[in-house]
């Protein structure tokens, strides 16, 4: 058997790396209470904090086999300058997916209009930054922002990001204000496409499901924040029976390990479907590496070396690794 096998890097779809900072704090009954202390850290991040504290996590990243990442950033344009410097210097790939935020959070988040917006984007991209466009949520965007922004990533050729039906109540907001569900008010208004990516869509009812699957968007799906913040299962199975494409993000970083990340995806199916094998070890790794870089518009990124000396992998046959390492390994398997 050879030292080590070669595997493409995997590829992590969602970081808000600043929400490292949160992984001991246990405050906050719900999504909600989790969230106001986030704002809180939000609150004091500075360029220089970002800089050096996103180099950290992006570095933790690394060791655990990500090799690209999609950082959703919406603490402020000087900030997601320093997050490039910071991917820069710990040597990881990054797209910056620069958040609009019209309404509600903090007012560094905000750009006072869709225009100030689309020239931060304009701003990073000119800078050499590998930027994509991403409406925070529906929540946070009005419906004329979105069909802006969905105007200018069609026209650009730019992915779009947006955070979708993670909490029921995002759900009722959206019903209340627009007699749509969120996923319905993205097809609405003009930013459901191939180049989309909904990360979580945890709550989807099949209406929206039919919507994704037939624009050719993907669903970013987030297991371990998902579970750490209380928010749901994905119906992974309906998902795939709609042929919906999956990839995977770290989303708050409460934990970095891709393996994980996967082994709770197909944990949560095979609790769903009372069986085993929902999705099989091969399309398992292909959701956390190329199916990421698809949605992050991606034609490459490094590759990864597993270790086969590694005591969690003495005595595994050499065609039973992969499975191996998806269903019996940590990121500390890598070399
Ligand atoms: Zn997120």
């Not at 490039?84 to 620069?98: N, P, Q, R, S, T």
């Not at 979580?200 to 099949?206: I, K, L, P, Q, S």
């Not at 994704?212 to 209380?230: D, F, K, M, Q």
Request: hydrophobic content about 40%; glycine content about 10%.
């Amino acid at each position: 058997m050879a030292e080590t096998l070669s595997l493409p890097g995997f590829v992590n779809a969602h970081s808000h790396a600043f929400q490292r900072a949160l992984r001991g704090r246990t405050e906050g009954d719900d999504f909600w209470g989790w969230r106001d202390a986030m704002l809180e850290v939000a609150e004091g991040l500075t360029p220089e904090r970002v800089r050096s504290s996103y180099e950290e996590t992006y570095r933790e990243m690394l060791v655990a086999g990500y090799t690209a990442v999609g950082e959703f950033h919406y603490v402020g344009l000087a900030e997601a300058k320093t997050a490039v410097e910071a991917a820069e210097a710990a040597g990881i790939e990054l797209v910056l997916l620069l958040s609009a935020y019209a309404r509600g959070g903090l007012e560094r988040f905000r750009q006072p209009s869709i225009s100030a917006y689309l020239e931060q984007v304009e701003e990073l991209r000119v800078s050499g930054a590998r930027v994509g466009v991403a409406p925070h949520s529906v929540r946070a965007c009005p419906a004329d922002w979105l069909e802006e922004i969905g105007r200018y990533a069609e026209t650009e050729g730019l992915v779009l990001h947006i955070h979708a039906d993670e909490q029921p109540r995002e759900i009722e907001e959206c019903l209340a204000e627009h007699g749509v569900r969120p996923i319905e008010l993205l097809a609405q208004t003009g930013c459901l496409g191939p180049r989309t990516t909904i990360v979580h869509a945890t709550h989807a009812d099949d209406t929206e499901l039919d919507l994704l699957a037939g624009s050719g968007a993907r669903i970013c799906v987030c297991p371990l924040t998902e579970a750490n913040l209380g928010d749901g299962f994905l119906p992974v199975a309906r998902v795939l029976e709609h042929g919906i494409p999956l990839c995977i993000g770290s989303d708050s970083n409460v934990r970095l390990d891709p393996l994980e990340e996967l082994r709770e995806l197909e944990g949560i199916a095979r609790r769903q479907e009372l069986r085993r094998n929902v999705v099989p070890v091969a399309d398992l790794l292909e959701i956390g590496s190329a199916e990421g870089a698809k949605a992050l518009g991606l034609d490459a990124w490094p590759g990864i070396e597993v270790d086969f000396a590694h005591r969690s992998l003495a005595g595994v046959a050499e065609d039973e690794v992969e499975a191996a390492l998806v269903f019996g390994c940590g990121a500390d398997v890598f070399a």
